[in-house]
């Protein structure tokens, strides 16, 4: 169980947190919120790795906690992993100074039969089938954590969490780095383990099979919904409308009252009127919410050509021409100076082409391992792509061939005419020096109070404006790219996990303007509410290439007859619910339960 009562913490002269209480037990709790609302700074108080101002935490057990970034640390993946086995980890210890002692008596067999009954024997299985299950090889997670990646880390994370069996599991944001089957066997997890589990996360979709309940963190409280999130959104914009209608009748009745204080203060009627004034002053007006209101527009002025990107037998190998891709291309990067398009020629490498380009290069590596081979597909005006796979499948390389960032070692691939590429990259670091937030937008020809409104719209308000970019953190770099997104002018848009880090209001804005877009869209992203809300057709890269089979591979996607069967139930479940409000009827009532039920299980 974990008690958090009264808690109360403030940075930098603001109060993030200011008495939040909450109790979870044998339960599944997610907390959202806007980014920079605290939540992140809520799990560090919780797991001891921030001193809180003010209130108590409880907290019955064990814990494992995931963060939402994996320091990179030398300790290798296994290592890191086994040591959340501290009890079969500390009999080790004991049963290594027997050995070295030449002890073998009672306390060292009763050692043995204890390690033996803990699962001793048995764990390393465990882990290597756990490995197998979150997709990540043996062999990658016996290299340290530095030379791994974000989404490397973090499954390393997540079996160590899972394989220790805790009481309570916390996690931030632990979808941010995965792939879509990863995700999902997350889910799976979650869906069996005994303890509580509390996530920060913006995932709607795990949100929404996960949750019991949600944590709203706003204007540093929390308030507690029941149910996941489509629930959650359900009751939100209820309260809000009888909120602002209760404000609304109060602001009618207030005007009227004052009409009268007004108009007899000093006449006949002025004990009344001073009674009514006194009255009105203890009336306090309801707080509607205000929705965050975030603005993306993306342009599109030209159509641009019928065939807008042909790919043909492309590969690529890891280790190969690094720093090459500049002798065909300019080599322009998005958002770089005044660069907001790209529009690379069309190109072709064969294996002479190759060796010829290592030689030029200076290149002295040797064939690494190949990330592509022999992919194959073509995009046509219009067409609204995703392009899916497993963390290191090279959907960002291959995107990176895309604009000119990387050369092929062979194959062809061609870009339409008049296509102007827009690109949005996966790593936001890039974005760095000493220019500032608003730097980076009177780069697009908008005067200062223009700016500063503008970036407003995306929480850069006061004295943030001026931060330089090379100190933002990973969120509020990513919101200046999005804020940047509105100067694109491309008629194809090639983006890779745009959504990521990003909190569910500005998601949202994100798919409005995606939707509104009317050019071309090549997205990879592991967020299936964007897939399902976005894209059309969905390619699956998978050993290298795009499988003929797996092209109808859309696991993010509804079953259709599915979607049918459960639209079927949810309306006898709303005629159920209304009938029963009128009348009793056990018969209806048992035929409620059973096909609630059958609902849960089918979302």
């Known amino acids: 169980m974990l008690i958090v009562s009264d808690v109360s913490y403030i940075n930098e002269g603001k109060k993030l947190l200011d008495g939040v209480s909450f109790v979870i037990n044998k339960e599944r709790k997610i907390i959202i919120g806007e980014n920079g609302s605290g939540k992140t700074t809520l799990l560090e108080i919780i797991v001891g790795n921030l001193p809180k101002d003010s209130g108590s935490i409880s907290l019955s057990g064990t814990y494992a906690y995931v963060p939402q970034e994996v320091k990179a640390i030398e300790t290798t993946g296994t290592d890191e992993i086994e040591s959340g086995l501290t009890e079969i980890k500390t009999l080790e210890l004991k049963l290594s100074e027997h050995k070295a002692n030449g002890d073998f008596g009672d306390e060292f067999s009763k050692l043995i039969e204890h390690y033996e009954a803990i699962g001793g024997y048995t764990y390393k299985q465990k882990i290597y089938a756990m490995l197998n299950e979150f997709g990540l090889e043996r062999e990658t997670a016996e290299r340290p954590l530095m030379e791994m990646s974000g989404g490397e880390r973090t499954k390393c994370m997540l079996v160590k969490a899972f394989i220790s069996e805790p009481d309570i599991l916390i996690l931030d944001e632990p979808t941010n780095h995965l792939d879509i089957e990863t995700i999902e066997t997350l889910e799976e997890h979650l869906a069996s383990f005994k303890g509580d589990v509390l996530i920060v996360s913006h995932d709607k979709t795990l949100i929404n099979k996960v949750a019991n309940s949600i944590f709203y963190l706003e204007n540093s409280y929390i308030k507690e919904y029941p149910g996941n999130y489509d629930k959650f959104i359900t009751i939100r914009e209820r309260d809000d409308e009888r909120a602002k209608k209760e404000r609304d009748r109060l602001l009618k009745y207030l005007a009227k009252e004052r009409e009268f204080i007004e108009k007899f203060r000093y006449g006949t009627r002025s004990t009344q009127a001073k009674s009514r004034e006194k009255k009105i002053e203890r009336i306090e007006l309801p707080e509607v919410n205000k929705k965050k209101e975030v603005k993306i527009k993306i342009q599109s002025e030209s159509r641009g050509g019928e065939k807008v990107l042909e790919i043909k037998h492309l590969s690529k190998s890891y280790n190969l021409l690094r720093g090459t891709a500049n002798l065909l291309f300019s080599n322009p990067r998005f958002l770089s100076g005044d660069s907001k398009v790209l529009n690379p020629r069309s190109f072709s490498v064969d294996s002479k082409g190759v060796n010829l380009l290592k030689k030029s290069a200076g290149y ?25 796979g497993r963390n290191g499948s090279g959907k960002t390389t291959l ?4 604009i000119g960032d990387e050369l092929p070692d062979s194959g062809l691939v061609h870009v339409g005419e008049s296509i102007e590429i827009g690109y949005f990259p996966q790593d936001v670091f890039f974005l760095d ?75 949202e804005a994100v798919i409005r303007a995606l939707k509104n877009f009317k050019g071309t869209i090549l997205l990879v992203t592991h967020d299936r509410y964007l897939l399902k809300e976005i894209v059309e057709k969905i390619y699956y890269l998978e050993d290298g290439s795009i499988k003929d089979r797996e092209l109808q591979r859309t696991p993010i996607r509804e079953n259709t007859s599915n979607s049918k069967e459960m639209n079927k139930i949810k309306a006898r479940i709303a005629y159920l619910e209304k009938v029963l409000t009128i009348e009793q009827n056990e018969k209806k009532e048992k035929e409620l339960k059973i096909l609630k039920k059958k609902l849960e299980g089918m979302i």
Do not use: C, W, Y
């Not at 995107?399 to 895309?402: F, N, P």
């Open 433 to 507: 020096g000493p220019q500032t937030v608003l730097d980076e937008i009177l780069k697009e020809g908008l005067d200062i109070p223009s700016a500063r409104d503008f970036l407003a719209s995306f929480d850069f308000t006061g004295d943030d404006v001026f931060k330089k970019v090379g100190e933002l953190s990973g969120g509020e770099k990513r919101r200046l790219l999005l804020a940047k997104m509105s100067f694109i002018k491309g008629n194809f848009l090639v983006l890779d996990e745009p959504t990521n880090h990003l909190d569910i209001e500005t998601n």
């Open 364 to 388: 002295k590596g040797v064939n690494g391992k190949q990330i592509l081979g022999d992919v194959n597909f073509k995009i046509m005006r219009g067409e609204r792509v995703g392009l899916v």
């Open 399 to 402: 995107l990176k061939i895309i």
